[in-house]
């Protein structure tokens, strides 16, 4: 998708090509991470650009804990918090701790597709059980695919691609289908992104055993900064667990978390972007699409609307919506065809100027 958009910005010029393939959030950090930013610059204390524990700095990680203890009742302790180069670190650090070779790891089709890259870096086998017809999970499938060598399953909600959010009563069915010594990996990067109030349960007060994958990426829109963390519930694994995923944020080539984020999500450990206008955006996009035709639930959390294609080969409508100046991703990147991923990450006014696009392309398709 990126190369066909950069080759249909040539063609067409940047103003009339509509790029929904890419979850980058297009909004700046909040203010108050910025001057935390500026802050950690101007003190410039002594030693803050070197190592640091493996772990991360030990303030940084009281602090973080402070927040899950608060948040989630559980008593997490600032040894249970180990500073990551965002989710995508916390996640392979983890696989890298609990992996041998042939192991398997759960996911829930339709699913992130660097979840196979994470679990194959450390020679995993992927085992993609299907959700049901809400994309919600179905416990006897998960159930039914569990083997020996199962290890973990990676959970995600709000969900990328499909924006739904799991409930309680959901989560607790799963856990009931996972037999020890299953580890859920919780990987919850658009956490404060949840509309109509949509209640986003806590995994690691549900699971009896979850560790959590938390990201500022999307929060505070820090993408490209690689700050994150990975939290592991007291009772979890304990020491050896704790000390292996330690270990393994040394040895996989990124070496730590980056410093002055350390210290900025110490400072701002709660600073979240305006969800409000990710869910205006999102009525915007679904209203339209729901009022010419096509079936575009709205999503419950992320910033993905996964509405179905109007044929079935949705690779051939996104070549259809390609033409109009649109760009998605179609569902069978994340192991669901028939269906294709909108990110709203795209300015507001960029969705109003695509809506005859998308009207043309449905025209065609049917
Ligand atoms: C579901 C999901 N997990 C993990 C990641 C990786 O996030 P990070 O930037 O925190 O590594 C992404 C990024 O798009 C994602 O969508």
Same mark, same amino acid.
């Given at each position: 998708m990126f190369e066909i958009g950069i080759q249909l910005k040539k063609e067409r010029g940047a103003e009339n090509v509509f790029d929904y393939s890419i979850g980058n959030p297009e909004v700046e950090p909040p203010e108050t991470v910025i001057a935390a930013l500026r802050r950690v610059v101007a003190e410039n204390r002594v030693g803050s650009h070197g190592y640091m524990p493996n772990a991360g700095y030990p303030h940084v990680r009281e602090r973080i804990a402070g927040v899950l203890r608060d948040r989630t009742g559980v008593p997490f302790g600032a040894g249970d918090v180990l500073m990551t180069t965002g989710a995508a670190g916390a996640i392979n650090v983890v696989l890298k701790s609990i992996l041998d070779p042939g192991d398997e790891v759960i996911v829930l089709n339709p699913y992130f597709p660097e979840y196979r890259f994470y679990i194959e870096n450390h020679g995993g086998k992927v085992v993609a059980v299907e959700t049901g017809e809400r994309f919600e999970p179905v416990p006897e499938r998960v159930a039914a695919a569990v083997t020996p060598r199962t290890r973990a399953l990676i959970l995600n909600? %709000?969900?990328n691609p499909t924006g739904v959010v799991y409930s309680e009563t959901q989560l607790r069915a799963l856990n009931r289908a996972l037999p020890d010594p299953v580890l859920v990996i919780s990987d919850e990067p658009y956490r404060p992104l949840t509309y109509d109030g949509a209640v986003l349960p806590e995994a690691v007060a549900i699971f009896d055993r979850a560790v959590l994958a938390w990201s500022w990426s999307k929060a505070m829109a820090v993408s490209g900064e690689r700050i994150g963390y990975l939290a592991i519930p007291p009772g979890v694994g304990g020491q050896p667990l704790r000390d292996a995923c330690i270990m393994a944020n040394r040895i996989l080539g990124y070496i730590n978390a980056p410093a002055i984020w350390q210290w900025v999500v110490g400072i701002e450990p709660n600073a979240t972007v305006d969800a409000g206008a990710y869910q205006a955006k999102r !009525? =915007? =996009? /679904? !209203? $339209? =699409? #729901? $009022?010419?035709?096509? !079936? $575009? %639930?709205? /999503? #419950?959390?992320?910033f993905y609307v996964f509405p179905r294609t109007p044929i079935a080969d949705d690779i051939a409508f996104i070549r259809i919506l390609s033409d109009e100046g649109i760009l998605a991703v179609p569902g069978a990147g994340f192991g669901r065809s028939g269906y294709m991923r909108l990110s709203l990450t795209i300015a507001r006014e960029a969705i109003e100027r695509s809506l005859p696009g998308f009207r043309c392309a449905l025209e065609r398709a049917c």
């Open positions: 909600s %709000p969900n !009525d =915007l =996009l /679904c !209203d $339209a =699409l #729901q $009022a010419m035709g096509y !079936d $575009a %639930p709205r /999503c #419950q959390g992320s």
